[in-house]
């Protein structure tokens, strides 16, 4: 194919461009990354880090040393692996359930369940469902408002609606019930698809922020992201939270700025490392949202 | 003649009241045989089932505090009704104004600087022929999406804070005075939109990208044929056939101008700008929850939430008008 000495150019700046792009995206980060790794005592004297000549790990040792770090740590691990799985559980079950064809009431549930896409009640109902319910200050309060999500309910019905009916029909000759063709048949042959909403639910539960806030009133229950935020902002800002202020005060006088970039480290990580397999997912699921029916 | 219409009549009303037991009867009996038939099925569906009957629809039932003087002690039914005292309340209040005129700007902002900012992206990434690089260019600038708020803004504050952010420790390196960045209400509208463009740019690419794969190579290789050069084809067949997604996500976009990013501006928010910041979301949280005002903050919310109903029935109206297929 013959190409202009203009597109030739396009070629070049296009690339030097999408080069920039992807340049402007990482920088921050490996800003971050290279300052949570310097020598405290490099970045006191210049602050102004761009490879580090000192490299040292003493501020991720300390904030792996104290208790609100990790507490905070352990209940983010905790909602991202209890949440995934009961979150799980209960979207493919109402999600199978609806996507087989004689269910009766089927297009009513299907179109109850649509229809919550389009309201909220809002941020003060919600609050007040939570304190009725007796969840305030509970982990719970972080799992089940957020147990299922309407979008991925019909995502994996859709998904549930192309596997052929004989595999099922096989299994209940042999005397299966409903729930037993679902456990023995139609789950183990959807691991990719319950592999890729477990890691859009994982990285909902990890990266669980405001719900914190609202109901969470324990230090013992702040999931990482409220602990972050104390460090990261509030601190600079507003008169810090106690156990966070002083946590920004190591014994090892190591600078506020580098034990708060380890921090981001630390809780962008595991994100980081399921990245290359969410985005396969992520972006085989826009695609099936983007196909109606 | 009368005494005969009224003679049928009745019959067909008799007629029509048998056939609505009966109709009731066998509805009822065939709920019964399904149910039965089913019943592991149901049980599968009936966690989820309760979960949105209990998260989505009955919060809808507490809306009712709109419009009651709710009080702690009396509990939801016994407080007193106050009609459409608080909605009067809140369109006499100057914050009004002011969250509205914040609302509109940041939305505003946003469509105008970040909406077409992934379509760009996407068309320079389907032109870049070297597959390496472009899936290691994607790579990249999708992965700020999956981050939260918390660890975006807490990376423009280590990066942009006024005493120990790097930007300003090398502006005042070079003899520069340090910028205000995160407390100057001036450049706080701007600092948002920057942010969701770091965050989210990358990630739009992805539906576009899509509707450009979706393309007919048949075209390119027509309009080739006729001679069309690089440029030439772009106008001619790229555009058009990415035409009716920007427009479909445009309306939606725009039925949207109501919901800015709650998170990301009450995590931005500081008292010295507080007064650009402010958005119905923030006021809800501020009044509702920290200050226990929860009839008055739901009358807020409410407002917000009818006026984006309006907005996306409205904005699907038009999707339909210019032909495209709408979100319902």
Wanted: proline share 4%.
């Amino acid at each position: 194919m013959k190409t202009g000495y203009g597109y030739r150019v396009f070629q070049v700046i296009n690339y030097f461009f999408l080069a920039l792009c992807g340049l402007v995206t990482l920088v921050p980060f490996l800003y971050v990354i290279l300052v949570s790794f310097t020598d405290a005592t490099e970045y006191m004297t210049s602050p102004i880090v761009i490879i580090p000549k000192h490299w040292s790990l003493a501020s991720y040792e300390y904030i792996f040393s104290t208790s609100t770090f990790m507490r905070s740590m352990g209940v983010s691990a905790f909602l991202a692996i209890v949440g995934t799985a009961c979150s799980l559980i209960v979207t493919s079950a109402l999600a199978y359930a609806i996507s087989r064809k004689r269910l009766k009431g089927r297009k009513f549930f299907q179109v109850s369940i649509l229809i919550t896409m389009l309201f909220s009640a809002g941020m003060i109902p919600n609050f007040l469902l939570i304190d009725s319910l007796g969840l305030m200050n509970s982990i719970w309060s972080l799992i089940i408002p957020s147990l299922t999500s309407a979008w991925y309910v019909l995502l994996m019905k859709n998904f549930f609606s192309e596997i052929p009916d004989e595999l099922e029909e096989a299994a209940r000759i042999d005397g299966c019930t409903d729930i037993g063709v679902f456990i023995k048949v139609i789950l183990p042959v959807s691991t990719s698809a319950l592999a890729a909403f477990g890691l859009f639910y994982a990285v909902g539960y990890w990266n669980t922020y405001f719900n914190a806030i609202l109901y969470i009133n324990n230090d013992a229950l702040r999931p990482m992201q409220v602990v972050l935020q104390l460090m990261l902002i509030t601190s600079s800002t507003q008169m810090a939270d106690p156990s966070v202020a002083a946590m920004l005060e190591s014994e090892a006088n190591i600078p506020p700025q580098v034990i708060k970039m380890a921090a981001v480290v630390v809780s962008s990580l595991p994100i980081v490392m399921v990245y290359p397999f969410l985005q396969k997912y992520f972006i085989k699921g826009m695609m099936v949202g983007s196909v109606k029916g | 003649m009368l005494q005969q219409d009224e003679d049928k009549m009745a019959l067909q009303l008799a007629d029509s009241s048998v056939a609505k037991t009966i109709g009731k009867r066998s509805w009822l009996k065939e709920w019964g045989v399904a149910l039965r038939r089913d019943k592991y099925l149901y049980l599968l569906a009936a966690p989820g089932l309760l979960y949105f009957l209990i998260f989505k629809y009955v919060p809808l039932w507490g809306l009712l505090i709109a419009f009651k003087n709710y009080s702690v002690f009396l509990g939801f039914q016994a407080s007193e009704w106050v009609g459409l005292q608080y909605f009067a309340d809140f369109f006499s209040n100057p914050d009004f104004g002011l969250l509205f005129r914040n609302t509109m700007a940041i939305s505003f902002l946003n469509i105008l600087f970040f909406f077409p900012l992934p379509i760009i992206l996407a068309l320079l990434l389907n032109e870049a022929r070297n597959m390496a690089f472009k899936r290691f260019v994607q790579t990249v600038v999708y992965l700020p999406h999956f981050l939260s708020w918390v660890i975006i803004v807490g990376i423009c504050f280590l990066i942009f804070s006024q005493g120990t952010g790097i930007v300003n420790n090398l502006i005042s390196d070079a003899g520069g005075k340090p910028i205000p960045f995160l407390t100057e209400p001036n450049y706080f509208w701007a600092m948002l939109t920057a942010q969701s463009i770091w965050k989210e740019a990358g990630w739009g690419t992805i539906i576009f990208l899509a509707a450009l794969a979706g393309i007919n190579p048949d075209l390119y290789e027509a309009a080739r044929v006729d001679g069309a050069s690089r440029w030439k084809q772009t106008i001619h067949v790229t555009l058009p056939g990415i035409r009716s997604t920007i427009i479909i996500l445009l309306i939606l976009r725009l039925g949207q101008v109501m919901d800015v990013g709650f998170e990301q501006i009450y995590l931005m928010m500081s008292a010295p700008v507080s007064h650009v910041a402010d958005v119905f979301d923030t006021y809800v949280y501020r009044l509702g929850i920290q200050n226990g005002r929860f009839g008055y903050a739901t009358a807020v919310g409410i407002f917000k939430s009818v006026v984006g109903l309006v907005l996306v029935v409205l904005a699907n109206r038009l999707a339909k008008k210019f032909g495209e297929e709408g979100l319902y």
